[in-house]
């Protein structure tokens, strides 16, 4: 009886040095997780951001001003990012027939095809530190047609 008593006591160290050399890769796989599933969430509002903002572009009245104001305004609001770090770039195509907008979807005519592109640099909504996914960007582009 003594014998096996000793026996349960020895595997205590064991089950120690086991757990020092799994969790580490543990925590790593769970922190993983957590950062690809927030680079989904990001791309995901950074897409709305983009069809959203096209839709806006392409109503009678709207000037560029107003559609970049708008998307800084919604990714600050949805995902905490700041203005200086959101990239828009509006471009407006003329259809056969009108003049050139010169990117201005203020100028843009009927069937004229307004695109809007959206970048967010990673790192600046990561949660996890480290450099993973840095220099990486999440980019979201939608195109309409004037009405």
Not at 1 to 11: A, I, S, V, Y
Not at 71 to 92: H, K, M, P
Not at 117 to 143: C, E, M, R, W
Request: without cysteine; aromatic residues 6%.
């Amino acid at each position: 009886m003594k014998q096996l008593m000793n026996r349960r006591h020895d595997r205590r160290g064991a089950a120690i040095v086991e757990m020092a050399l799994v969790l580490p890769i543990f925590f790593g796989v769970v922190l993983g997780i957590v950062e690809f599933g927030r680079a989904m969430m990001v791309s995901q509002m950074v897409t709305n951001a983009a069809r959203e903002a096209t839709r806006l572009g392409i109503i009678d009245g709207s000037t560029n001003t107003d559609v970049e104001d708008w998307v800084e305004e919604f990714l600050n609001d949805s995902i905490n990012v700041g203005a200086s770090d959101v990239t828009v770039t509006i471009t407006v195509v003329a259809a056969p027939g009108n003049d050139d907008p010169n990117d201005q979807v203020g100028n843009a005519q009927a069937r004229d095809l307004v695109t809007v592109h959206i970048s967010v640099p990673f790192d600046k909504v990561s949660y996890v530190p480290g450099s993973y996914l840095n220099g990486k960007n999440l980019t979201a582009q939608s195109s309409m047609r004037h009405e």
